[in-house]
């Protein structure tokens, strides 16, 4: 068995990243010894089957430092005798020269708390996310003098300055990301070369096996024929979800459909007042959010799967949305935009179909095409699937971090021995 490592989440557990649990879990069966450390309580009412197969004890930081004040004290004045804390605090330091926020003094305390709470034989830290957690996660390397790693995500990469990503690439002993996309514009910022590499998530095949009825015949043309339309993902200005209400207003009047939202979010409110003057709530279901059996069901009880994704105002976009993976394993067709990494499994007329982003009038006909198209869309969902099952199986993913973990080991070692 490897050393154990402690892995450094934002929130734990969350519905909307079953990818991090489906990965420590497969990482764990492995035989890797996890800890795992969150930087945030659960604020979900449901979790995954997933999280209680997990064994990992978790580690909760303080959310906000006023609320524990004794707790990060006792940990200051533990951490402050060690021999790397001068050099976390010269670079937190430099870091709030360019970032003055009560973000940043949060993250230095939350890592005070890490390296003084994690529990004993801890070789190295992992973070989830190069953003918040990645921060936490370099302080507290640095005070305990330990080497940490990375695995890149979406928001994390593009919602961040460029200053920041290149030095904790450049800290990190390798970085992983999710998608080409990310993958190659990380690489572009890292000082060194080969620290950055690409690991799908991938999905686990035996949770989503394929669906055991076939796909219907449904073609809008009658109420009673209403083709099931689905969309998965949290109410966030980056997954348009208002540009597909407007789509979905425009679609004519002999075309019938029923929407169905899964995910909760901030801008659920708006979004069904928009419905509502649009006057399209009698044929939308908001399912809010929902565990993953729940959402496997409708999937395969769906006909469209539609993702029309953007990229939001400061930036934040999707890497590659698990749920496209999802939604295709049932060969369930999907509707999306080329943003990010979403071209790296649906192919335009291929493995579905591809809109520009922000035009409701694209998107209006798409939905048009494969509501009347009960063999189109049977054809790109089977497309669709076979990708998945070829190329996104994520125990191909696993291993390749098994491999960079061990990699890791052996050059710890190393350095001890010349030590």
């Known amino acids: 068995m490897s050393a154990p490592i402690a892995f450094v989440l934002k929130g734990y557990p969350r519905l909307s990243e079953t990818f991090i649990a489906q990965e420590i879990l497969a990482l764990e069966q492995a035989g890797l010894d996890i800890q795992l450390v969150s930087l945030r309580h659960p604020t979900d009412k449901r979790r995954h089957p997933v999280h209680d197969e997990?064994?990992?004890?978790?580690?909760?930081?303080?959310?906000?430092?006023?609320?524990?004040?004794?707790?990060?004290?006792?940990?200051?004045?533990?951490?402050?005798?060690?021999?790397?804390?001068?050099?976390?605090?010269?670079?937190?330091?430099a870091d709030y020269e360019r970032d003055r926020t009560p973000n940043r003094?949060?993250?230095?305390?939350?890592?005070?708390?890490?390296?003084?709470?994690?529990?004993?034989g801890v070789a190295r830290l992992h973070s989830h996310f190069l953003h918040?957690?990645?921060?936490?996660?370099?302080?507290?390397?640095?005070?305990?003098?330990?080497?940490?790693?990375?695995?890149?995500?979406?928001?994390?990469?593009?919602?961040?300055?460029?200053?920041?990503?290149?030095?904790?690439?450049?800290?990190?002993?390798?970085?992983?990301v999710c998608t080409k996309y990310g993958r190659d514009h990380l690489a572009g910022l890292a000082a060194r070369e080969g620290s950055v590499h690409l690991v799908y998530h991938g999905l686990d095949l035996e949770r989503f096996s394929a669906s055991p009825q076939a796909r219907?015949?449904?073609?809008?043309?009658?109420?009673?024929?209403?083709?099931?339309?689905?969309?998965?993902?949290?109410?966030?200005?980056?997954?348009?979800?208002?540009?597909?209400?407007?789509?979905?207003?425009?679609?004519?009047?002999?075309?019938?459909?029923?929407?169905?939202?899964?995910?909760?979010?901030?801008?659920?409110?708006?979004?069904?007042?928009?419905?509502?003057?649009?006057?399209?709530?009698?044929?939308?279901?908001?399912?809010?959010?929902?565990?993953?059996?729940?959402?496997?069901?409708?999937?395969?009880?769906?006909?469209?799967?539609?993702?029309?994704?953007?990229?939001?105002?400061?930036?934040?976009r999707d890497g590659l949305p698990n749920v496209l993976m999802e939604a295709?394993?049932?060969?369930?067709?999907?509707?999306?935009?080329?943003v990010s990494g979403v071209p790296e499994l649906i192919a335009d007329g291929e493995t579905g179909l591809l809109v520009d982003p922000e035009d409701a009038g694209q998107l209006c006909d798409a939905l048009a095409l494969l509501i009347a198209q009960p063999a189109l869309r049977q054809r790109l969902g089977?497309?669709?699937?076979?990708?998945?099952?070829?190329?996104?199986?994520?125990?191909?993913?696993v291993t390749?971090?098994?491999?960079?973990?061990?990699?890791?080991?052996v050059a710890l070692h190393s350095r001890k021995g010349a030590a």
Request: charged fraction near 20%; hydrophobic fraction near 45%.
């Open 105 to 120: 003094v949060r993250r230095f305390g939350q890592a005070m708390v890490l390296a003084h709470e994690m529990r004993d």
């Open 216 to 316: 219907t015949a449904r073609d809008g043309a009658s109420p009673e024929n209403a083709v099931q339309l689905i969309t998965v993902g949290r109410a966030v200005e980056k997954k348009g979800l208002d540009v597909l209400l407007e789509a979905l207003a425009r679609l004519p009047p002999d075309c019938h459909w029923h929407w169905h939202h899964v995910g909760g979010g901030e801008l659920m409110a708006p979004l069904k007042a928009q419905a509502e003057a649009l006057e399209l709530a009698d044929r939308i279901t908001w399912h809010g959010s929902q565990a993953q059996a729940y959402v496997l069901d409708l999937y395969r009880r769906s006909d469209v799967f539609v993702l029309p994704c953007r990229v939001a105002g400061d930036g934040d």
């Open 382 to 397: 089977a497309n669709a699937q076979s990708k998945v099952r070829s190329e996104f199986d994520h125990d191909a993913g």
């Open 54 to 93: 997990i064994s990992a004890p978790v580690l909760y930081l303080p959310e906000y430092l006023y609320q524990e004040p004794l707790r990060v004290l006792r940990a200051w004045r533990h951490v402050h005798r060690l021999a790397g804390y001068a050099e976390a605090y010269r670079i937190w330091r």
């Open 400 to 409: 390749q971090l098994l491999d960079l973990f061990a990699g890791s080991d």
């Open 132 to 176: 918040t957690p990645a921060s936490v996660t370099r302080y507290a390397s640095l005070m305990l003098a330990l080497p940490w790693t990375c695995s890149a995500h979406a928001k994390d990469i593009w919602t961040s300055p460029d200053w920041e990503l290149s030095e904790k690439l450049d800290s990190a002993q390798w970085t992983v």
């Open 328 to 338: 295709s394993s049932q060969a369930l067709v999907c509707l999306s935009t080329p």
